[in-house]
């Protein structure tokens, strides 16, 4: 299965220039290799992931200090491009579902997001917010990097109907109802009305 490849600075000034390699190529950059090891799982759930697919290289060129070659290794599926975030020296790269945070001249601090597997980017220019979507949680980054995650939305599934300072607003799938839900979440601190969960319905349950 081919993967479409998307280059997008999503609205924020970006100081560096990336184009996709070949991870077999020979260059003369240096080259940093770019790997995910995911946290344990949460308890109750059982987590089996592993790589998944070709790394997606890249060709960096910084603004300031030399040019250099990233090799990102791919998630277990989803999307895979290279997105501007409010900082222009940071570059978020997601390779199959895999996302990265990557200082541009300090590539090696760079930060695993934490959301896998990534579906949707999307930003909010006048927050200065990057938000990344999964199958049941929004997670948002600004300048400093991450700022907040949702409780989970929605059992399997969501999408993004609008995204505004005012609110992310979308549907979530409610699987005991067999139905879509509507959510909306609070682009300044991540609180949300709506959307379901088992975790709600257990809320329910107890009342």
Not at 169 to 192: I, L, Q, Y
């Amino acid at each position: 299965m081919v993967t479409t490849f998307i280059q997008d600075n999503l609205g924020f000034e970006a100081n560096y220039a990336i184009c996709k390699t070949s991870a077999q190529q020979s260059s003369a950059f240096q080259r940093y290799i770019f790997d995910w090891q995911r946290s344990e799982a949460r308890s109750g759930e059982l987590q089996f992931e592993t790589h998944s697919g070709e790394p997606l290289a890249l060709e960096v060129y910084p603004a300031v200090g030399e040019p250099w070659v990233g090799i990102f290794r791919s998630g277990a599926g989803g999307l895979t491009g290279v997105f501007g975030t409010p900082s222009p020296d940071i570059v978020c790269v997601v390779s199959n579902g895999q996302g990265y945070w990557v200082p541009v001249s300090a590539q090696g601090q760079f930060v695993e997001i934490q959301s896998s597997p990534l579906l949707q980017v999307f930003a909010i220019p006048s927050c200065k917010l990057i938000c990344f979507v999964d199958f049941t949680e929004i997670e948002a980054y600004g300048l400093e990097g991450q700022l907040w995650i949702t409780e989970r939305l929605s059992w399997d599934g969501l999408e993004i109907i609008e995204a505004t300072e005012r609110g992310i607003r979308g549907r979530a799938w409610d699987s005991p109802a067999n139905k879509h839900v509507e959510f909306v979440v609070d682009p300044h601190d991540g609180t949300h009305v709506g959307g379901s969960s088992p975790e709600s319905y257990m809320g329910k349950s107890q009342t």
